[in-house]
């Protein structure tokens, strides 16, 4: 059974930044393709950046292109989001997930696995 965990969420002023880490464990998650997922409160959770397996393909929402980049460390199994220039939209609770898949999927039944969450706020 395969595990995600998320972590580094917290409280931070609009314009600064963070980084959320997933640890993975349990599955040969270094091929899978991984995303990060966001969800405020009363909306629907959304996509905001994916990678596949192999780490060389990126993708990213509108909204947070430019300004988040996400990364993995295939030695720690863990994937990163780092996120600049933080607005008080972005404001969610942050999921991890991961998915056997060959390509990188931006809606939520394509990913199998799922993590906890980690809560972010961005004060203004």
């Known amino acids: 059974q395969g595990q995600l965990v998320e972590s580094g969420g917290g409280l931070v002023q609009a314009g600064g930044s963070l980084r959320l880490s997933c640890a993975a464990s349990?599955?040969?998650?270094?091929?899978?393709?991984m995303g990060w997922f966001r969800q405020a409160p009363g909306k629907e959770r959304e996509f905001v950046a994916g990678?596949?397996?192999?780490?060389?393909?990126?993708y990213y929402a509108d909204s947070v292109k430019g300004r988040f980049t996400i990364s993995r460390d295939y030695a720690k199994n863990t994937v990163y989001l780092g996120m600049n220039s933080l607005k008080p939209e972005d404001t969610a609770v942050y999921y991890c997930?991961?998915?056997?898949?060959?390509?990188?999927?931006?809606?939520?039944?394509?990913?199998?696995?799922w993590g906890q969450g980690t809560q972010v706020t961005v004060s203004s």
């Open positions: 997930a991961a998915d056997d898949g060959i390509r990188v999927g931006d809606t939520v039944d394509d990913y199998a696995y």
């Open positions: 990678i596949v397996w192999s780490g060389g393909i990126t």
């Open positions: 349990g599955r040969a998650f270094s091929t899978y393709a």
